[in-house]
């Protein structure tokens, strides 16, 4: 079988940074993607490592670490509109589809 | 941008009755995918096609089907809805290739 495991909530303060990890068991493991998704919308993606190390769009940076079987989400600057709930998903080779995570909900407060 | 888009935003049917999700992708994406959402359970994959008329069973397949006869257009079909279908579905696609789903807004389907 297979597994993610993140925290279930977050809370941090506007401006600050955050970090929401990621651990996998997977076997076949390809790559790890990171999707955004506000409350009533529909899921968008963020980014997507297949190679280890850190990945910078902009304010948020995802970082992969294969012989850990980890990764993590970083948002940097946070804004109020960062709140929202952030999704792993896991690839694995050969497969078209993904295996995502239960979710972390992010808080930002003032 | 792409579109994905869901039929029903909202659905309410009765125990047994035949349901039919629709969901129709603008980019000439090649895989289709059928996600239910559920609070605590994050994401779970019911079925996805990678091609025309083709189909692979996802996690959690048992009481539903689909149905993909155009390239635009991938159908989920609750045979006889129960009450524990009631959920969020989410339908997506993308390039096979690409690692970049795109989602459509959702349906809530509430099943009485």
């Known amino acids: 079988g297979q597994s993610l495991e993140q925290p279930s909530e977050v809370t941090a303060v506007e401006g600050a940074i955050v970090q929401i990890n990621c651990t996998y068991q997977t076997s076949g493991f390809y790559g790890l993607s990171w999707y955004q998704q506000h409350d009533g919308g529909a899921p968008t993606f963020l980014s997507y490592?297949?190679?280890?190390g850190l990945e910078e769009t902009g304010r948020f940076s995802s970082f992969l670490s294969r012989s850990d079987s980890y990764g993590y989400l970083l948002l940097q600057e946070l804004q109020m509109k960062d709140s929202a709930s952030y999704f792993c998903a896991v690839k694995n080779a050969g497969a078209n589809n993904l295996f995502f995570g239960t979710g972390t909900r992010l808080t930002v407060i003032p | 941008d792409v579109k994905v888009t869901q039929s029903s935003r909202y659905l309410v049917k009765r125990t047994g009755e035949k349901v039919f999700l629709e969901c129709v992708q603008d980019m000439d994406h090649e895989n289709m995918f059928w996600y239910r959402q559920d609070p605590g359970l994050g994401l779970r994959l019911i079925y996805f096609s990678y091609d025309v008329k083709m189909k692979e069973k996802g996690d959690i397949p048992e009481g539903y089907s689909v149905s993909r006869e155009k390239k635009e257009r991938f159908s989920l079909i609750l045979e006889s809805a129960s009450t524990n279908q009631t959920s969020m579905y989410l339908c997506a696609s993308k390039f096979r290739g690409y690692e970049k789903l795109f989602f459509g807004s959702g349906t809530q389907l509430s099943v009485l």
């Open positions: 490592n297949a190679l280890d």
